[in-house]
């Protein structure tokens, strides 16, 4: 059965760093093109980042590019989601989720393994 657990989530100030990462287990991960979700207070669900199954392709919502960063380590089933210069704009759960041979282009709702998630929250 395939898992996903996120963490690397906290409470921190405008401007501040954080890195979350998602670690599978339960499936061959280098199939799996992997995405970051988040979901504000109030709000709908919100694509973040995504990254291939190869890894040679990235995505970024406009909100997070420049400031954002995604990454995976295939020997460690890991991805990655580097955060700098945040905003309480960023403020939210943020989930990884697992897509079959994903491109970045897949909508979330094909992604097919989503973690529970790990707050993020940004203080002004």
């Known amino acids: 059965q395939a898992h996903l657990v996120e963490s690397g989530g906290g409470l921190v100030q405008a401007g501040d760093s954080l890195r979350l990462s998602c670690t599978s287990s339960?499936?061959?991960?280098?199939?799996?093109?992997m995405g970051w979700f988040r979901q504000p207070p109030g709000k709908h669900r919100e694509f973040v980042a995504a990254?291939?199954?190869?890894?040679?392709?990235?995505k970024y919502a406009d909100s997070v590019k420049g400031r954002f960063t995604i990454t995976r380590d295939d020997a460690k089933n890991t991805v990655y989601l580097q955060m700098n210069n945040l905003s309480p704009d960023d403020t939210g759960v943020y989930s990884c989720?697992?897509?079959?041979?994903?491109?970045?282009?897949?909508?979330?709702?094909?992604?097919?393994?989503w973690g529970e998630g790990t707050q993020v929250t940004v203080s002004s």
């Open positions: 989720a697992a897509d079959t041979w994903g491109t970045t282009e897949s909508p979330w709702r094909q992604y097919e393994y």
């Open positions: 339960g499936l061959t991960f280098t199939r799996y093109g």
């Open positions: 990254i291939s199954w190869r890894g040679e392709k990235v």
